[in-house]
Every structure is written in structure tokens, then in C-alpha cells.
């Protein structure tokens, strides 16, 4: 039985201090319609502006992950999303009427816990799966960091740290079922080193942590006095070090770092947007590494519903842009022009025809008894295409030219002969940003794909124009 989407049963709020801001906050968890997924709302800003959870509105991975859309930006986000995500809730909007979410107790606990007592709805309908159908990988070879996704029946995740301590050593976490989330996951605390913690003080961040909600593990000798002015900073009782780690808080788990790594690794992954199913194994995660991660996900989402759209070329049907229009927006002149009509255009996607005749140029020498169109000059014909969208976001596209910088997982699917017409259909994967857009491009003879790749161009002004 397919199952169906979940929000919350009720309003529920939760009130402390942002970890690295200190000011107090209030956080809301409100109910949210079907198809809605998460959304911040700053309650304190004008307008009470919104924040999609999603992992292109990322601004910040430094000590926490920063969401930021439309100027309004919220921090600290990943523990109340792994609590959503853990408790199998679909839509939820966040009130916030402050700029971070409040630590609590350095875990997702209270917020799991207060959902289970309030309960859940479910809603009419179904939930969104994203079936991942190939691998993927993301690696920082410098840091150590290795995360990939199986594709699988189900979502199970598993993590494994190393930081090269003697007091914490190899550490290993996994969640293979969600049921487990509220026992074996939300109550696992933030962990922090200790001579990270002098260095964030020194900085005047972690303004509202305090010994209470983090684990502190003392990977070098120090002195007790050292200790007590520490504890005197956090407005604590004397404490001392026991095995490695500061006597205030008890361990949950022997494993509770890798716990809460697995923690955060679920609330980061949250801003893939969907449910998926795959089985991820990470390396010594953390938020950048996270995000990047979902990033990539995210696109090989997007590329497969993509692929479930293709075009249709009517010729009865005017064009959007004649090959003379083209000419106004192009700089390219035949023989190298290799669109003949634009007959789709928003500010998303855009699908361009390519009439393949015999006479092209290029067929004189490849090949003279198999005429065959060159997969380069099919990728230059999607990069036109791109190029009527791209320019299409800008208000003088006569003005700009566009240039391609990266050309990646280019796959040709069958042969481009004589005779076809070329259906090119380009989609932005990402908004544009700094003058960068990174695409997805399609190639169609009637409903078959015969080529398919991911382009990034940039959009830069003439030099002629002032």
C-alpha cells in the first residue's frame, strides 16, 4: 500500500538560545497542506518572509547550516530537520522570530519527543519518492570525506568518523529503519573538541552553548585550573575530565558522536526536498560535505523528471524565434549556427529545432559513405540552445554573449544522420547565480534521446559596450 504524506497534528513551540547568536528565539512547528515540504518563516522580519529548506538556498556550512532566500536567512537549521524528517513528517512550516534556531539541549530530542506525544496527521496524498537509479558520489580528498548513495528498495544510512582521536577512535552509526530514529538517534548531543570550544569563545561565537549541550572531549592535557576558568566562562560548578571527555554530561551512547553525525546527517540531507530511496555510506561527514552531497542529489532528481518530458515539435505551429530572431540574439553565423527555430522558451527551459539535411558542411568528411552528424556539434547545438535561455534572463541579450566552461557526463545514444530533425531541449538545474547557469540538455529525434549531457556557461557583457 502506497503510503501517504504526513504533517503535524498541532502547533507545537520550543523556546532557548541560538547556539553561536545567543538571542533568545522561539520556534514554532505548524502544520502544513499536502505537497508543501518545509518552509522557515521569519515571524520577526517585515512580511514574515519564507525560507524553503531546500539545498540551493544553502549560504553557510561554517558551524551549522544557513538557509537564505529572498535577503531573510535562518541558521542552525539541520537538528529541527533530521527531528522532521526522523519523525516521517512530509510538511511542516517553521516559525522563527529570531535569526537561529534554539540549541535546546544540543540534540533533536525535545522536538522528536513533543511530536510523539502531540501525534501526527496523515494526509490524502501520496507520498514523493526519488528512486535513485545510479550511483553517486561525492569526495574531498583533502578532508578525508567520502560520501555515496546505492540505489535501493529503502532508505538506510551509515556513517563513520575519524578525527584522528585516541579518546574518541573509530566511531560507526547507522539508521536502517526510521522507527528507530526516536530511540537510537534524536537524543545523540552535539560534540565538540575542546580546544575548538576555547578557539569559539576567543571568537565570541557558540554566545548561547554552554556546557549543557554539547559533549566536550579533551583530546589534549590540561591543566584543572585551565578547566575551572573554563567552567567559570560557561557559569558552571567545578568539573574535571573523565576519560577524555568533561565530566558534566553522561554518554547517551559510547557512540553518541557518530550518532549525532548521523543526526546531522539526516537534517542536511532533509534539503534534498524529497524522500528517497538509496542506501548512503559517509565518511567523516559534516555540513559542507552534507550539502554538497544533497546538492547532487538534487540534481539527479531534477534530471530524471526531466526525462520524463519530451518535447513535441509541431511545424504548423509559428515559433517562438525564426532563424532570423536567433540571428539578433546569437552571435553565431552558418556554417556554425546549428539552431533553425526556438519553439519553447520561459525563464526554465527552452527546446530549439535542428533540421539535419545532407548539405551540412561536415558531412564531406564525416563520414563519406556513413554520413554521421559529430557528437561535438550535436553538445554545440545544445549549447546554443542554452544560450537562447540563458540570454533570455537578461533585459538586452543583444548585449551579452554566452561561453561554456564545463561540459560533463555527456552520454550519445544513437547516431545523428541525414534526414533528422533535431528536437534540443535545455533545462536550468540550479538558478542563475553570478552570471553562472548549469543546465541539462536533451537531445530528441521524434521521442527517441540520442544524446544527453550538463553544461555550465557563463553570461558575460560585451567588451564593446559600455
Known sequence: MAEKQRTLRE??????????????????????????GYVFRRTDLPGEPLITAVAENVTDTSRGTTIEENGAKVSTIEHVLSALA????DNAIIELNGPEAPILDGSARFYVEAIQKSGVTEQKVERRYFK?????EYYDEENGVHIIA??????SINVLIDYNSDILGNQYATLEKWEDYQEQVAPCRTFVFLHELEQLAKLNLIKGGDLDNAIVIVDHEMPQEDIDRLADLFHQ?????????LNNVELHFSNEPARHKLLDMIGDLALVGRWFKAKIIATRPGHLANVEFAKLLRQVMKKQLLKKHIPVYDPNKPPVYDINQIKERLPHRPPFLLIDKTIYLDDKRVVCVKNVTINEPFFVGHFPQEPVMPGVLQIEALAQAGGMLILGLVPDPENYSTYFVKIDKVKFKAKVVPGDTLILKMDLLSPLRRGIAHMYGEIFVGEKLVCEGELMAQIVKDKNIT
Open 150 to 155: 546505492y540505489p535501493d528498495q529503502m532508505q
Open 86 to 89: 526522523g519523525m516521517q513528517l
Open 237 to 245: 560548578p567545578k568539573i574535571e575530565v573523565k576519560e577524555g571527555i
Open 132 to 136: 535513485l537509479k545510479e550511483k553517486v
Open 11 to 36: 502547533p507545537l513551540s520550543f523556546s532557548g538560545k541560538g547556539l553561536h547568536t545567543g538571542v533568545e528565539v522561539t520556534l514554532t512547528l505548524q502544520p502544513a497542506p499536502e505537497n508543501h
